[in-house]
């Protein structure tokens, strides 16, 4: 069987994740730019108040894991009326150190670790389109763990520090995922996943790419009916079947072509295409562009 996550954290190529602890005490209000990208939070003490542009606030406390996949504007708080500080996530320490908001002195009334992620060569519509806008994860000890040795490895620079960090930042991506319900998730993958006669579909597309599947096949291995299948899979998944398996097929013929290892020949053999032609033009048609061209154009450097 394919493992759809491992394939998606592949395609992502996170390269890296670092922390800081952020903590704050007594009234005080921090308002962050749009950064753009992936971030992330967990609350170590106490608890403060998230207001995510787009999203109703919400009160995260203790154990509470947040993941932003595009991380628009935000506002954290102490919950009582303050003036935001007004920030550039960008600007944020890389090293692990202490950001401190509201009352200098004293012990903090909330801590939290928050940091980003860092992608060598993804498409970022990747994980937005398997993730809710906000994902708040509830007393998760996994997500603690691995974030607490993200601090430890962001602070620490240990020999080995960037393969350790690069790992961890798989490993987090992996855990949000699978957090995330199927029904909090929009339609899509993870949505896919959590319904299990689909999930076996699912996982038999990634597992056998080059395989020329049909809508009877896969309906007989998911145990429904052809009919049921197909409109279960549309209102689960978000599209239909075959339209599902291009999507995926293109997503993997635009990572092998950037990669610049395979001829297009190949390429076409690896994700179910009888030819290079016929792959060139189910490219064009779905990327806008020739295989060769976008890989000129998105080549990943050696």
């Given at each position: 069987?394919?493992?759809?996550?491992?394939?998606?954290?592949?395609?992502?190529?996170?390269?890296a994740?670092?922390?800081?602890?952020?903590?704050?005490?007594?009234?005080?209000?921090?308002?962050?730019?749009?950064?753009?990208?992936?971030?992330?939070?967990?609350?170590?003490d106490?608890?403060?108040?998230?207001?995510?542009?787009?999203?109703?606030?919400?009160?995260?406390?203790?154990?509470?894991?947040?993941?932003?996949?595009?991380?628009?504007?935000?506002?954290?708080?102490?919950?009582?009326?303050?003036?935001?500080?007004?920030?550039?996530?960008?600007?944020?320490p890389?090293?692990?150190s202490?950001?401190?908001?509201?009352?200098?002195?004293?012990?903090?009334?909330m801590?939290?670790?928050g940091?980003?992620?860092?992608?060598?060569?993804?498409?970022?519509?990747?994980?937005v389109?398997?993730?809710?806008?906000?994902?708040?994860?509830?007393?998760?000890?996994?997500?603690?763990?691995?974030?607490a040795?993200?601090?430890?490895?962001?602070?620490?620079a240990?020999?080995?520090?960037?393969?350790?960090?690069?790992?961890?930042?798989?490993?987090?991506?992996i855990?949000?995922?699978?957090?995330?319900?199927?029904?909090?998730?929009?339609?899509?993958?993870?949505?896919?996943?959590?319904?299990?006669?689909?999930?076996?579909?699912?996982?038999?597309?990634?597992?056998?790419?080059?395989?020329?599947?049909?809508?009877?096949?896969?309906?007989?291995?998911?145990?429904?009916?052809?009919?049921?299948?197909?409109?279960?899979?549309?209102?689960?998944?978000?599209?239909?079947?075959?339209?599902?398996?291009?999507?995926?097929?293109?997503?993997?013929?635009?990572n092998?072509?950037r990669?610049?290892?395979?001829?297009?020949?190949?390429?076409a053999?690896?994700?179910?295409?009888?030819?290079?032609?016929?792959?060139?033009?189910?490219?064009?048609?779905?990327?806008?562009?020739?295989?060769?061209?976008?890989?000129?154009?998105?080549?990943?450097?050696?």
């Amino acid at each position: 069987m394919g493992d759809p996550l491992s394939q998606i954290v592949g395609l992502l190529h996170p390269r890296a994740v670092f922390a800081n602890v952020i903590a704050g005490k007594g009234q005080w209000a921090v308002r962050f730019a749009e950064y753009g990208r992936p971030s992330f939070c967990i609350v170590l003490d106490g608890g403060c108040r998230l207001s995510v542009d787009g999203h109703p606030p919400v009160a995260i406390e203790a154990g509470d894991f947040i993941l932003l996949p595009t991380t628009p504007a935000f506002t954290l708080s102490s919950g009582e009326a303050a003036r935001p500080v007004l920030l550039d996530p960008a600007d944020l320490p890389r090293d692990g150190s202490e950001v401190r908001y509201g009352e200098a002195g004293g012990a903090p009334d909330m801590r939290s670790l928050g940091g980003a992620f860092v992608f060598d060569d993804a498409d970022p519509a990747l994980l937005v389109s398997l993730l809710p806008g906000l994902v708040h994860v509830r007393g998760s000890a996994r997500l603690s763990r691995l974030v607490a040795m993200v601090a430890e490895e962001t602070v620490g620079a240990l020999p080995g520090s960037s393969a350790v960090l690069s790992r961890l930042a798989e490993l987090l991506l992996i855990e949000a995922m699978r957090a995330t319900s199927s029904g909090d998730a929009p339609p899509g993958l993870l949505r896919g996943l959590g319904d299990e006669r689909l999930a076996v579909a699912l996982q038999l597309m990634h597992a056998q790419l080059d395989r020329p599947w049909t809508v009877p096949q896969l309906a007989r291995a998911a145990a429904l009916s052809r009919s049921s299948f197909f409109e279960r899979f549309s209102r689960t998944v978000g599209v239909a079947p075959m339209e599902y398996l291009l999507g995926w097929r293109m997503q993997i013929a635009r990572n092998l072509l950037r990669r610049g290892e395979l001829s297009a020949a190949q390429i076409a053999d690896c994700v179910g295409y009888g030819s290079a032609s016929a792959f060139s033009v189910a490219f064009r048609r779905h990327v806008g562009m020739a295989p060769g061209r976008y890989a000129l154009a998105t080549r990943v450097p050696d």
